[in-house]
Nanobody
Framework: QVQLVESGGGLVQAGGSLTLSCAAS????????MSWYRQAPGKQRELVAG???????NYLHSVKGRFTISRDNAKNTMHLQMASLKPEDTAVYYC????????WGQGTQVTVSS
């Protein structure tokens, strides 16, 4: 049974930091890309950061220099270190795993207060 377990969300003041984690289990075959998406109320889901199996990364322009994505291929885990958080970062953050098919986590709430 495939599971994507997200953790690390919460409430933080503007300027603070949080680290999100995603642990994938039960996926058959190699995981290609792992990503974090977010969706704020009334807005479309957007790609925040992605990382390939080889370690290539890409970031949403507004989070560059503040967020860092990483992954451990042996453990099928991914992390998103978020620093200098802003109220506009408030959203539900979703773990995405691209393997032989797409997998999504349940989402974890990140709330940044001003």
């Amino acid at each position: 049974q495939v599971q994507l377990v997200e953790s690390g969300g919460g409430l933080v003041q503007a300027g603070g930091s949080l680290t999100l984690s995603c642990a994938a289990s039960g996926i058959v075959g190699s995981i290609n890309v792992m990503s974090w998406y977010r969706q704020a109320p009334g807005k479309q889901r957007e790609l925040v950061a992605g990382i390939s199996r080889g370690g290539s990364t890409n970031y949403l322009h507004s989070v560059k220099g503040r967020f860092t994505i990483s992954r451990d291929n042996a453990k099928n885990t991914m992390h998103l270190q978020m620093a200098s958080l802003k109220p506009e970062d408030t959203a539900v953050y979703y773990c995405y795993v691209g393997a032989w098919r797409d997998y999504w986590g349940q989402g974890t709430q990140v709330t940044v207060s001003s």
